[in-house]
């Protein structure tokens, strides 16, 4: 089991070998959609693994407007959906 104070320090040194620029550079290299995208249930769906669409989950949601369909409704970070990578 990894230490709480090791798990730190790695935090802070992958924080020093990476800027958050490299990470965005990462996700436009790796055909990932906007990081920070909001996205509704109905449209992030198609972007989790069938073992994902079968486990139980909670999420924390917020009315806003889904990067997808545009429509407003209950949506949630893009990281929920895997990015938005289809797997």
């Known amino acids: 089991m990894i230490s709480i104070p090791k798990l730190k320090q790695d935090f802070k040194d992958f924080k020093k070998k990476y800027s958050r620029e490299d990470f965005i550079e990462f996700v436009k290299q790796n055909d990932m959609k906007e ?3 909001l996205v509704c249930f109905d449209c992030g769906r198609e972007f ?3 073992k994902q669409k079968e486990r139980a989950g909670v999420v924390t949601a917020q009315k806003g ?3 997808i369909c545009k429509d407003k409704k209950m949506v949630t970070s893009s990281r929920h959906f895997n ?3 289809k797997t």
């Open 35 to 37: 990081i920070n995208a």
């Open 48 to 50: 989790l693994t069938e």
């Open 65 to 67: 407007e889904c990067y």
């Open 83 to 85: 990015y938005l990578v």
